[in-house]
């Protein structure tokens, strides 16, 4: 290579060089020191952030000062474009706030200048919020609006605002009285636990008021003089969302409290302590749509100054920086019919184990009633139980047979006792000796011959079992139910005592009384029910989360989910001929004593399922009925049989309901 080419040469890395040394020209470091300014803030500490005019301490107490009233809520920052003048720099920082269920969305502008080999940050409270004052901090304030309400068929008040009392010790109306023994006083009048409720009187500030109980104003026993009598008692007058009664669909419709931090952890932001909101049932699952949105405020004020010193300034002495309008709540409509409800919650009050039983109509779906009784505990047996349904699986059966080429008065063989591999079946308790032997199918079903439907398992596979099940709705998703719900259990596959158990509605078949009222109801349709309980599950506010309107309960064992729909739907026909059977369960069967319930003719089965491994086993009792445009499941999960613990609550509920 000659001279003048690697003179060349150098002149072209000297000039690169000054070139590469002229684009930096500090760009790279103000825009780290923006980064990292934005995420200091985004933090809530800017304790190692170098600024200009401000100490990095005393700027980092000053943000905690200013953003207190947003606790324990951080924003999300952003440093946006730099514009970089001769050793200074402006970057915007875009905040970004989640305040309940509302953005709050700004920007600002840093102002950075290099010193030495660093960038400092002008320091202004204008940095944290826009025309922030130096004396000023930020504040919020929430609205809550009411909860709305749970409304039944023809839109009555199931769940609305009902007036109640709180009754408690008011800590400043103490005097000189010992909190602990009013605390004592006071739970021992309204039934409260002395201790727990002494120790928590004992706990709480002086200026506190400790609830004891929150009563009902309408029947409450409790008067205002006896709470006066207790030194620092008193009562408040409010009102709460409530059911007609303590009671009334509980199970089904939920409840309504202040949140717990559970509930607050998983709600992303919309609860904060001191919120409502529902537990368990449709208040639970349409909690965003019953709740609303609260209206929210953030304002800026003049740190220091007592109540009294805003009280005397205009607005309070608060400058609103954002704002959210309070959205309210919208009722949730459902198909319950109060009276119908309230008079299955009554037949069922007398009713020892847990039970229920649901009232829906053939021609819509419509689920006019879903009651547990008192014996379930709190546990939606009505929506959610999981029971082997016994002998209405019958119903299920018998489709199947007619699908064979069977008629009601095919002949079927109904020995007294059956085996089949080694496990010998028998007929229930009481079975008519002349009901044995050859006898018509519409016969074997109204006395509810056991052995006569296994002995058609030959004939009948589980498949089919399976496929007739869900012709009548049986182990179908119900997406217009807009409730949680088993909807039933029917496997596809089993073989040997499995097979035969599945005949008589036992093995691993399973039902909710829902479902046994849905079967029931398709057989009075003509068609599949699809079961309708919340008309309008899609009614959340724009934002709020939406409620698994669809939701099914998922059995306890192993078994299939739901099918998507009906493969092949009943026909009216087919119906037509279960209807007749169904009738002879009244007019020559075991169920005679529906036969004076007024009204349309009632066609029905009974049901007695075995459980557990007592000896002799425990069983569960069923009866299903169709009464003009009506359909009932009764179920007592520890109840004998089926026609004597189940039927008579069967025929007090249609004989009241008309």
Known sequence: MGKIQKLALGLVGLLLG???????????????????????????????????????????????????????????????????????????????WKIGAAEWKYTVTAQLKKSGDKWLTAWSPGLLVPGLADTEILGTSTEAPQRAEILGAADAKLVTYRPVVHVGIDKPRLGSADPAASAAKLAQLVGADPAAYTQQVQAAGAEAFVTAITLRQDGRTITDEQIAAVPGARAIADSLPLAPSRTFARALLGSVGEANAEQIEKSGGALKAGDSTGTGGLQQQYDAQLRGTDGVQ??????????????????????????????????????????????AEDILAKVGPASAIVALRPSSGAVLAAASGPGSNGY???????????????????????????????????????????????????????????????????????????????????????????????????????????????????????????????????????????????????????????????????????????????????????????????????????????????????????ASVPGAPVGAKTGTAEFGK?????????????????????????????????????????????
Request: hydrophobic share 45%.
């Open 18 to 96: 000054a070139s590469l040394v002229a684009c930096d020209d500090g760009r790279t470091g103000a825009q780290d020191a923006a980064k990292a300014l934005a995420s200091a803030v985004a933090a809530l500490d800017v304790g190692a952030v170098p600024f200009e005019g401000k100490d990095s301490g005393a700027a980092n107490e000053r943000l905690h000062e200013i953003f207190k009233g947003l606790d324990p809520v951080k924003p999300a920052v952003q440093s946006g474009d730099l514009k970089l003048d001769s050793g200074t720099a402006t970057v915007p920082l875009e905040y970004s």
């Open 298 to 343: 953030v304002f800026a004020q003049t740190a220091g100054l007592t109540a009294e010193q805003r009280q005397a300034q205009l607005n309070g002495g608060r400058r609103i920086f954002f704002q959210e309008p309070m959205k309210p709540g919208t009722p949730l409509k459902t198909t319950l019919d109060p009276k119908l409800q309230q008079l």
């Open 380 to 594: 939606d047996t009505a929506m959610l139980g999981q029971y082997a349904p016994g002998s209405i699986f019958k119903i299920v059966d018998s489709l199947a047979m007619f699908r064979t080429g069977m008629t009601q008065d095919s002949k079927v063989d109904c020995p007294a006792t059956l085996t089949v591999d080694g496990r010998t079946f028998k007929n229930a308790e009481g079975y008519p000796a002349s009901s044995l032997g050859s006898v018509a199918l519409r016969d074997a079903f109204a006395h509810s011959c056991n052995t006569a439907f296994i002995n058609a398992r030959e004939q009948i596979s589980q498949a089919q079992l399976e496929s007739a099940a869900t012709s009548l709705g049986v182990a179908v998703e119900a997406p217009s139910l807009g409730a949680a719900a088993f909807l039933g259990s029917v496997p596809g596959q089993a073989d040997g005592t499995e097979h035969a158990a599945s005949m008589i509605g036992q093995g691993k078949v399973l039902m909710s009384p829902l479902t046994a009222a849905i079967m029931a109801g398709s057989v009075a349709k003509g068609a599949p029910v699809a079961p309708v309980l919340v008309l309008n599950p899609n009614a959340a506010a724009a934002g709020s989360p939406a409620p698994s309107a669809g939701a099914t309960a998922e059995p306890s064992t192993s078994a299939p989910a739901p099918a998507k729909s009906a493969g092949t739907p009943v026909t009216a026909a087919e119906a037509a001929s279960l209807a007749d059977m169904m009738r002879a369960v009244v007019t020559s069967g075991h169920a005679g004593f529906l």
């Open 614 to 658: 007592d000896n002799p086993p425990k069983t569960h009792a069923w009866i299903v009925a169709v009464h003009g445009d009506l359909a009932v499941a009764v179920f007592v999960e520890d109840g004998g049989l089926g026609a004597t613990t189940s039927g008579p609550l069967l025929k007090e509920f249609l004989t009241a309901a008309g």
